[in-house]
């Protein structure tokens, strides 16, 4: 190629990476101000002393941090949270899976049922939550005047009363909230592989165990992941379903870390140790992310 012919393809090169820059400068700008400016703040906070009302004050270090390191809670709502966030992830993803494959196949009703199964994804979850502590009450909850009524039960059961009972049902409704946004992600990948595929499959002998395993399963693995992450840090975050029906209660015995962190901020007062605790699962969450989109990024067969 002539020289000239290359200078002028490096020039529209570099107007074209100027161009580009100058299309995501807003955004950078807006991400820095929403994202940035926050994390920034709660970096000083957590390094700082900070009164109840907001007031920051001395620099102290990393004394935020020893003292949360010596809060006796907070082991058990740390193994607390993994068991929440890995229950509701895997539930969801062992309903919403299925659900996705059978939705994508050809039958009677497929519309309806789809809107059946996409329709909870409207419903705010504080919504959802709100109902579930109406049903779950000890005497006029529907759950208990249903059992009660059809003998399963001699009296009314206190659910929201005991940690395992309340626990469990919240990761139960976590498991039904995040569904449908799985099964919708689920469904767009699967609508993205070729029918033809299948039908040379199906020529080749392969059984429908064979195609879900050599070949639906390995193709959809990038949008698995996508449900992964995405559920693991909406998970981990999650607040109004425990909030709403325990309050973290019995005892602190349903709190996750989410739960624990608005405590210590706004019932406790002692808001640098909760601008610590935040900065530690803010760390936390993005280690594993960065984690989970470098194994998406690998090869299947690697």
């Not at 973290?248 to 005892?251: L, M, R, V």
């Given at each position: 190629m002539p020289a000239a012919d290359i200078k002028s393809t490096q020039s529209r090169?570099?107007?074209?990476?100027?161009?580009?820059l100058l299309l995501l400068a807003p955004s950078a700008m807006a991400t820095g101000l929403i994202a940035l400016v926050p994390v920034l703040l709660?970096?000083?906070m957590s390094l700082s002393e900070v009164s109840r009302f907001g007031r920051i004050g001395a620099y102290v270090g990393w004394e935020?941090?020893?003292r949360l390191a010596a809060d006796p809670l907070l082991p058990a709502i740390l193994l607390r949270t993994g068991i929440w966030t890995g229950s509701v992830v895997a539930g969801t993803v062992l309903i919403a899976l299925p659900t996705a494959l059978i939705l994508n196949q050809r039958f009677l009703g497929r519309g309806l049922a789809q809107f059946l199964v996409l329709a909870p994804w409207a419903i705010s979850v504080a919504s959802m939550a709100v109902v579930w502590r109406h049903a779950l009450t000890d005497e006029g909850g529907l759950l208990n005047r249903l059992a009660v009524a059809a003998g399963l039960l001699d009296r009314p059961i206190p659910w929201l009363g005991s940690v395992p009972a309340a626990f469990g049902f919240e990761i139960l409704i976590a498991i039904l909230v995040s569904v449908p946004f799985s099964t919708v992600i689920l469904l767009a990948g699967l609508s993205s592989i070729p029918d033809d595929l299948y039908d040379a499959a199906r020529l080749d002998g392969a059984r429908a165990v064979d195609r879900l395993k050599f070949l639906t399963l390995p193709l959809l693995r990038p949008f698995i992941w996508i449900v992964l992450i995405f559920n693991i840090a909406y998970v981990t975050n999650s607040f109004p379903i425990i909030w709403i029906l325990t309050q973290?209660?019995?005892?602190n015995g349903t709190d996750i870390l989410v739960t624990y962190l608005y405590k210590l901020a706004f019932t406790f007062g002692r808001l640098d140790e909760a601008a610590a605790l935040s900065i530690l699962l803010l760390g936390g969450l993005a280690a594993l992310t960065i984690l989970m989109l470098r194994a998406l990024e690998r090869p299947a067969h690697a």
């Open positions: 090169l570099t107007q074209n990476r100027n161009l580009l709660l970096v000083r935020n941090f020893a973290g209660g019995p005892a």
